[in-house]
């Protein structure tokens, strides 16, 4: 009788060492790879910082689109596009993203030159502003024209422990990192996510690195949530390419085997 009251205590004892383990496991998992981690109420509003509004520059390649009434007027402007909307259907990582865009250059002053109105300055001006320029000038040639601005050479790279790894077009201002991860196929098992490092050029020379942690909600109000011009965002690998979790589970058939090789022995006295 003895002996059966001992197997059964045992028993019990095994099955809690190894509730333990496995609770221990499973909350270690979860603070290592859930993203945006916080307060768990169903319904939170949070203010978004506001994304920083792109201006063109010097030595920005633009895609000017042209529509009008007139059909041959149209061509005529927006031939220098050809090439690039098909180069911004691609990211740059693409065999065929690596050729130079074609479209309308902004040389040094700041001026793009366009068929029929001749050159355009552009320098400092947002998109919208941009295409409104054009169009008024255009409104001098043709009847009814709408413009459309896209800038081609912005770009971000993701580096490090994600997918697919390469550098990306920016085409609109409000690309957020999370969205930038997403377009790199996200991180993989081995990718740090509490330790993002972003790496910005706000003025030429001097560059600005800053650590993300996705795990915590604290990005979606950092200023630092949207990408910018040429960011560079690396994701480091875990110690030995190893997760945390997997290092657990590792531990885990040790423990447990540990303890059963204990319980046999133990059993096995008379």
Known sequence: MKTNSFKRLFTIYLLVIFGIISTLTSCVQTKQIVYFQGDTTRYISIQAPPPVIKTIQPKDILAVMVNSLSE??????????TAALTYTNFSLNSGMGRAQPAGYLVDSLGYI??????????????????????????NLYLKEPAVTVRILNHKFSVLGEVNRPGVYNLIEDRVSIPEALGM????????????????????IGKRELVRIDLTSRDILISPYYYIEQNDVLYIEPLKS????????YQLVPIFTGIISALGILILNVR
């Open 72 to 81: 041959e007027s149209n061509v005529m402007f927006n031939l220098p596009n």
């Open 113 to 138: 030159s366009m068929p029929l109105i001749g050159k355009v300055n552009v320098k400092g001006l947002t998109l919208i502003s941009a295409a409104d320029t054009i169009t008024r000038k255009l």
């Open 184 to 203: 790199a196929g996200d991180l993989t098992i081995f990718g740090k996510r509490n330790n993002i490092l972003l790496i910005r050029e706000r003025v």
């Open 241 to 248: 390419k190893a997760t945390a979790t997997d290092q657990n």
